[in-house]
C-alpha cells in the first residue's frame, strides 16, 4: 500500500495564497512523475499541475498558469503546489497522484493516489 499524504489545504480570501503539500514513500518519489489534481462538487477530476521525476518536465492546466507553481524536493520525498492569486473558481479538493516515469493528464491512468485536502477560496 503506497501512501501519499497531502497537508497545506485551507480557507483563503480570492487573491491569496495557499502552499499543499504532499509526502510520499522515497521508493515512490524519486522515480515517478508527481502530480496535483482537484475536484469539485458535481466536477470530474482534473489535473492542475505535475512534473517529471527528473523535475526537468512541467504540465499546468490553462487555467493555473502563471498563478501556480509545482515542485519537487527528491531530497525530502515532497512535493508542492503554490497556489498565488486564488480565485473562488479554484476551491476543490486538491488530490497528490503518482505516476510510473511520465506524467499525463487523464487522471485514470495514475497509480497512487493520496486522501485529498480541502481547499476553500471566499469572494
Known amino acids: 500500500q503506497v501512501q501519499l499524504v497531502e497537508s497545506g489545504g485551507g480557507s483563503v480570501q480570492a487573491g491569496g495564497s495557499l502552499r499543499l503539500s504532499c509526502v510520499a514513500p522515497?521508493?515512490?518519489?524519486?522515480?515517478?512523475?508527481m502530480g496535483w489534481f482537484r475536484q469539485a462538487p458535481g466536477k470530474e477530476r482534473e489535473i492542475v499541475a505535475a512534473?517529471?521525476?527528473?523535475?526537468?518536465?512541467?504540465y499546468y492546466a490553462d487555467s493555473v498558469k502563471g498563478r501556480f507553481t509545482i515542485s519537487r524536493d527528491n531530497a525530502k520525498n515532497t512535493l508542492y503546489l503554490q497556489m498565488n492569486s486564488l480565485k473562488p473558481e479554484d476551491a476543490a479538493v486538491y488530490y497528490c497522484?503518482?505516476?510510473?516515469?511520465?506524467?499525463?493528464?487523464?487522471?485514470?491512468?495514475?497509480?497512487?493516489w493520496g486522501q485529498g485536502t480541502k481547499v476553500t477560496v471566499s469572494s
Open positions: 512534473v517529471s521525476w527528473n523535475p526537468d518536465s512541467t
Open positions: 497522484a503518482a505516476r510510473v516515469l511520465t506524467f499525463v493528464t487523464n487522471s485514470r491512468l495514475w497509480n497512487f
Open positions: 522515497g521508493r515512490i518519489f524519486n522515480s515517478y512523475a
